[in-house]
Structure formats: structure tokens, C-alpha cells
């Protein structure tokens, strides 16, 4: 099959704004917690905006493109291959203008031409190439090899034909690439130390500066491909001239921001506070609120235990009163993801049923007075310091009396969920909640990460899925789906993950911002317009 990169630019789309109020006590907040990096309100004027986001990115690497505290700034610096229609989420070409699978085990993606990267060399066949394998490679590997499948090598064919083989058949290996944005060759093999800090790309925006702790700054590329070609680049940076992202953890302050014309856009906020702002956008994604097992703990590992605590807590308390609305879940990804199974229901909310389990357990000897942690990642999860107390008080409940909640920094946080099933010790007793996103639209991409032995957020390992898995990872089509669904419910009677539910996204904006959220969650400034 052969796909075009060529796709009209949608029609931009304007939603009513809310009433503007403003508490004094969420001003409060920002004068004493705001400072440096606000923009007066003449936005439209002047061509510079801020956006107010939850947390700082741990790095500026081309590996993290793919992560919450990631993308925002390095989708915006660094393309990939292909990127998705913000209206009808269908992939469409970036860097590349077309491709196509020539074969079981290789794709050909021709590149488009004329293209440079801010330090001003080419983009190319060989660039391309020397990115994807660097980012991807098994060696380095980095956490953005939580979304590949087969391992695979990128090769120029010509000056702008790039060829990706894989060890195994992949039939979704266009999806993957649409997560991965290519860095400059030449600045990865001349200033390699740079990498993290210093992100050169091919996109409308460029690097300006990084002040830890305060904000991050981009500038427009005026080089920009796609400045005379806005139809093929689903958008365009003439609007923006400047971005600075600051960083406020607390949802009040982000509020605060957009409120008092600090900010011009902010990612997150509660229903009410968005309501609040001058303008309200707010949307479906593809982040399922999960609850992670540590199941080599004694405890854990037990099924009567996992059941238990899936049937401990009230998930409509957590997904409606505390984070502002959304569906339940029943499985880790939404129905936008290939293999979503539609016949499974959400954890009912049973204590007692939950009671008996645990007791059930404690008659055969389960040792449930071990520590366990539930654990959050600061400044990611709205609320999530409610949830994961919830959620502690309930398990507490139902008799596994030594638990405690805590909420953890991003490095901490992502250091033990990362390490790995092998990593991870049997006095480790570690309940994560974590908010997962399947812009894959393939279920494959969450069975790797979390229920497979070798995935990099998994704290799970069982032989006999591993062999489903493989089977349903060479599949296309219908027989896919079908495979992929099979996992979900052996997954589902097993419980290594608790899916609480798909909660609502709200998007604070100043009056003269316009744009609309995305199903896959990024937020590109070439999308947005002021006026």
C-alpha cells in the first residue's frame, strides 16, 4: 500500500469563550509562585505567547519527543516522517511525501526535498537515516524503544529515498515511525554533549534557550519548509513568533495564569478552572488512568489480591470528582486503539467482595502486612496526589493494613517505573498510578510496554502471553484486531494493571488563541493562530 503525504489544511474551527473571573485567592498563588517568563496581553501585537505546563521536560534528547513532558517543546523544534491529521487523526507525511511497505520486512519512504535543519544542513536520506538509528538503536536504548516492534536498520537508498528494514514482519512500522522526530546529524556527531540540552531540528520552531527551573524559550524558524507550504504542513508559524514555556505544577497557579493574561495558553486544568479562563477548550485523548502492579511482591502477585485491589476503590470518584470527567476503563487503551475490546466492563466498586478476597488470601497464607507504596509522578496526573490517598485509604480498608501513598519528582518517579520486570525485587510492593497514552492506535504498543517480560514499563511477565503476543505482532487486519483482543481479555482475568478510566482534557486560553485539541495530545504552535 502507498500513502500520499499531500492533505488539505482543515478548517480551523472557533469555540465560544467563557465568562473571565478571577479569585483572589488563585492570584494570590501567582504572585507569590510566578515569576519570569509572562507575556502582557498584547500577544496579537507582539507575535509572542507563553504556555503554562505541569512540569519541566527531564530532557531536550530526541527521545523524549514521545513523552507528556516531552512533546510539548520537541514536536514543535524536531519533525518525524509522518505526523497525523489534527481533524481526522489519519497519518499523514511530514519529512516524508510518501511511502510504502515493498515487502514483509521492508518500507520505503520517499523524503521531501529542500529541506534544512537549524544549523543549516540538509535533511536527506543519510540524515534521516543516521537519526532513527541513533534514537532507536538497541545500544543506546532509550525509552522512546517503548513504541518499537521488531528491531530495525535505516538506510539511504538515494539522496531522498529512505529504506527501514525490520528483523520481523511489522505492519504497523509507519505508526511507530510517527513517533520518532530525526535531530540534526551534524550537530549529534559534532557537539554530542549538546544532545540533551540543545535540540536541532527541522521544525517551525527553533531552540532559543533553556533557563532550568524558570522556562524554556523557541523561536520561529523563518527557514521553515513549511512557510510556502502551509497546505502540505497542516499549518504554518507566522502567527507565533516566540514561545516561552514555564512550568507551574500546581493547577491553580496554571489557571492563575491564563486568568490574570499571563499566559496565553495552559495544558490541564480542572473543568471549573477552565470555565474560568477566557476561552475554554477541552477534549478526549488516548491517556487511560491505569494503577500498575508490582507483581513479583508476594503480595501482589497473588491474583485474589490483584482482584481485590481492582474492586477496592470508587474509579468514578477518581476519574469524575477528582480529575473533572471522562469514561471508566476497562482495558489500557481507549477505542481509538486497534485491538480495543469492547465486550469488557470496568471494575465494579465491591469492598466487600474485595474484603473476602484479601481473606481468602490471608487463610492460604499470603503475607498482605507487607509495605506497599502507591505512588505518583508530581505535576503529570491532575490531582493525583487525591487519587493516590483514595486509593491508599481503600486498600487499607479491605485489610492490606501496611500501605502508604506518596507522591514522587519525575526523575524518581520514572526511575522505578522504567527499571524493568527483572529489576524490579520482591520488597519493592510499588502501586504506580500513571497515566498511559496509546497514540500508537494499536494495542500492540501498550502489551509491549506494559505486559511483556522485556517491556520498559512492565512489572509483569507471563510465557504464555508472550507467545500470544508474537503471534498477534505479525498480523494485519482483521486477524490482528482480533488476536490483540484476545490479549485484552487475558490481561483483564489477570490484572498486572488496573484501567480506572479515559479522563476529559481542559485547555485554558486567552481570547485571541485559537485551537483545538488533538486526539493524539500534542499541542504544535503551527496549528495555533492569534487574532
Not at 173 to 181: E, K
Not at 368 to 378: K, Y
Request: proline share 6%; hydrophobic share 40%; net charge negative.
Amino acid at each position: 500500500m502507498r500513502h500520499s503525504g499531500s492533505t488539505p489544511r482543515p478548517r480551523r474551527i472557533t469555540r465560544r469563550g467563557a465568562t473571565f473571573t478571577t479569585s483572589l485567592v488563585a492570584l494570590s498563588l501567582v504572585l507569590t509562585a510566578c515569576g519570569g517568563g509572562s507575556q502582557s496581553a498584547d500577544a496579537t501585537s507582539t507575535g509572542e505567547i507563553t504556555i503554562g505546563l505541569p512540569e519541566e521536560p527531564r530532557s531536550l534528547a530526541s527521545w523524549n519527543a514521545y513523552s507528556n513532558d516531552g512533546h510539548p517543546i520537541l514536536r514543535n523544534v524536531e519533525e518525524a516522517l509522518l505526523n497525523r491529521d489534527p481533524e481526522s487523526n489519519e497519518l499523514v507525511g511530514e519529512l516524508a511525501t510518501s511511502w510504502e511497505q515493498v515487502d514483509d520486512l521492508t518500507w520505503r519512504f520517499q523524503l521531501r526535498e529542500g529541506v534544512t535543519f537549524h544549523d543549516g544542513s540538509p535533511f536527506d536520506a543519510e540524515a534521516a537515516a543516521f537519526g532513527l538509528n541513533h534514537v532507536l538503536s538497541e545500544e543506546n536504548a532509550f525509552p522512546m524503544r517503548t513504541f518499537l516492534g521488531p528491531e530495525l536498520e535505516a538506510r539511504a537508498v538515494d539522496e531522498y529515498t529512505l529504506e527501514v528494514v525490520t528483523e520481523a514482519p511489522d505492519p504497523i512500522l509507519d505508526s511507530r515511525l510517527y513517533f520518532v522526530t530525526i535531530p540534526s546529524m551534524t550537530a549529534l556527531q559534532e557537539n554530542p554533549d549538546t544532545w540533551e540540552t540543545n535540540p536541532v531540528g527541522t521544525g517551525p520552531y527553533r531552540f532559543a534557550e533553556w533557563n532550568r527551573g524558570q522556562n524554556i524559550v523557541l523561536e520561529a524558524n523563518e527557514d521553515w519548509w513549511g512557510r510556502d507550504s502551509a497546505d502540505e504542513a497542516l499549518g504554518d508559524n507566522e502567527d507565533i513568533t516566540r514561545v516561552t514555556y514555564v512550568f507551574r505544577p500546581e493547577t491553580e497557579v496554571r489557571a492563575s495564569l491564563v486568568q490574570t493574561g499571563e499566559a496565553q495558553f495552559v495544558r490541564w486544568l480542572n473543568e471549573a478552572q477552565c470555565n474560568e479562563a477566557p476561552k475554554c477548550e477541552s477534549g478526549p485523548g488516548v491517556e487511560t488512568v491505569v494503577l500498575r502492579l508490582d507483581t513479583p511482591n508476594p503480595a501482589l502477585a497473588d491474583p485474589r489480591i490483584r482482584e481485590a485491589i481492582a474492586l477496592s476503590f470508587d474509579k468514578s470518584a477518581i476519574i469524575d470528582d477528582i480529575m473533572g470527567g471522562g469514561e471508566l476503563a476497562a482495558q489500557i487503551v481507549g477505542p481509538s486503539a486497534l485491538g480495543f475490546n469492547e465486550s469488557l466492563e470496568p471494575f465494579p466498586f465491591d469492598p466487600d467482595r474485595a474484603k473476602e478476597l484479601v481473606a481468602e488470601a490471608v487463610a492460604d497464607g499470603v503475607p498482605v502486612d507487607l509495605p506497599l507504596v502507591v505512588s505518583a509522578r508530581e505535576g503529570f496526573i491532575l490531582r493525583a496526589s487525591e487519587s493516590i490517598q483514595l486509593i491508599a485509604d481503600a486498600l487499607r480498608e479491605i485489610g492490606l493494613t501496611n500501605v502508604t501513598s506518596e507522591m514522587r519528582e519525575t526523575a524518581k518517579f520514572e526511575e522505578a517505573w522504567t527499571a524493568g520486570y527483572d529489576a524490579i525485587t520482591p520488597d519493592r510492593g510499588l502501586i504506580g498510578l500513571q497515566q498511559h497514552g496509546n497514540e500508537l492506535m494499536d494495542y500492540s504498543g501498550s502489551i509491549e510496554g506494559y505486559y511483556s517480560c522485556d517491556g520498559a514499563t512492565s512489572a509483569y511477565c507471563d510465557p504464555e502471553l508472550e507467545r500470544m503476543y508474537d503471534r498477534a505482532n505479525s498480523l494485519a487486519g482483521d486477524e490482528r484486531e482480533a488476536a490483540l483482543q484476545e490479549i485484552a481479555q487475558y490481561v483483564y482475568d489477570r490484572i498486572p494493571v488496573v484501567p480506572i478510566g479515559q479522563p476529559n482534557f481542559y485547555f485554558g486560553m486567552a481570547e485571541e488563541l485559537t485551537w483545538s485539541p488533538r486526539l493524539d495530545g500534542f499541542v504544535l504552535i503551527k496549528e495555533m493562530e492569534l487574532g
